[in-house]
């Protein structure tokens, strides 16, 4: 169609998954009311924002978590749902804070 890949993918993603129907589908499981029409404009909003790195993510094989989790768009009080879990980058830190604790305590 003498489009580039990526912005076919875009527009597969686009058609399948930020439409009505699929966004309906959606699990809710604290069953917040929805406003489809809002629901739709942000998945749209994501897409057009982050879906070039999406794609680069998608294409390199990198987990779709710690995506999710680095361009900040996971729920933090929601529920496990897509197994999605922050990454763990601060296990230095709280070894760190462990021995600086131990060390006060003697």
Excluded: M
Excluded at 68 to 87: A, L, M, N, T, Y
């Amino acid at each position: 169609q003498g489009q580039a890949p990526e912005k076919q993918v875009l527009e597969v993603i686009s058609r399948k998954v930020c439409n009505r129907n699929a966004l309906t589908q959606l699990p809710n499981p604290r069953r917040y009311t929805l406003h489809h029409p809002t629901l739709q404009f942000e998945c749209d909003d994501v897409l057009e924002t982050f879906g070039e790195s999406l794609i680069d993510a998608l294409t390199l094989g990198e987990d779709l978590a710690t995506f999710c989790w680095d361009i900040d768009i996971c729920g933090s009080r929601d529920e496990k749902f897509f197994d999605f879990e922050p990454e763990d980058d601060d296990d230095d830190d709280d070894e760190d804070e462990s021995a600086r604790s131990e060390g006060q305590d003697l």
